[in-house]
């Protein structure tokens, strides 16, 4: 049974995701005494040997992880313009090192943010900032540690597809897109506030 939310309802997933092997050295910081989960802002976690071990399936849709897909975007021209490559980040990256990657973001049919924990409210700038600021048009997916709750802000920021914790239901999740029937700020979704778009004189 298919995990992904797309178009408002579950759908098959026709993408391979690509990942990265795990970090040699996981780093643990502190802040105020108490661990710090996330990782930082702009920080590289992988060499580039490691990055080049990542073997990419040769047919199919495929998204890749940013690092893989700056480090090999030659030679996969030619799949691009077939629309067989999308793009996904971790929090900590920086929509900016995509966007420089590629000379039209929306050359690429998806994008993918990954959130490693749902507490890391980072996905929510991201999808924002890949709307509002960089003109992103096609599929914004969210994946990770994502759950029912957060679809309907997902979806004020931005994100059309969610592939949902394999320990949840994605069947169950899809009710939260209508959580809310108006929403009253303004955002990515629906940019105007409620008291604009609603006449309550009459």
């Given at each position: 049974m298919s995990n992904l939310i797309a178009n408002g309802k579950v759908v098959d997933d026709e993408w391979t995701l690509v990942k990265l092997p795990p970090p040699p050295d996981e780093k643990v910081r502190k802040q105020a005494g108490k661990v710090v989960l996330f990782k930082l802002t702009g920080e590289n976690t992988h060499t580039n040997s490691q990055i080049e071990s990542v073997e990419i399936p040769p047919e199919g849709k495929v998204l890749l992880p940013l690092p893989l897909w700056t480090l090999k975007k030659q030679e996969l021209s030619n799949r691009v313009s077939k629309g067989e490559?999308?793009?996904?980040?971790?929090?900590h990256e920086l929509v900016e090192s995509?966007?420089?990657?590629?000379s039209d973001i929306n050359k690429l049919p998806v994008i993918g943010v990954h959130v490693e924990r749902f507490a890391d409210g980072r996905i929510f700038t991201i999808g924002?900032?890949?709307?509002?600021?960089?003109?992103?048009k096609n599929e914004l997916r969210a994946f990770g540690d994502v759950l029912r709750d957060q679809l309907y802000f997902l979806k004020r920021c931005g994100f059309d597809s969610y592939l949902i914790r394999n320990d949840r239901s994605a069947a169950?999740?899809?009710a939260s897109l209508n959580d809310f029937s108006e929403p009253y700020q303004g955002a990515v979704d629906i940019t105007q506030p409620v008291w604009?778009?609603?006449?309550?004189?009459g």
């Open positions: 490559i999308g793009v996904w980040l971790e929090t995509l966007s420089c990657s590629i924002n900032l890949l709307r509002s600021r960089y003109g992103f169950d999740a899809l604009r778009r609603i006449d309550r004189q």
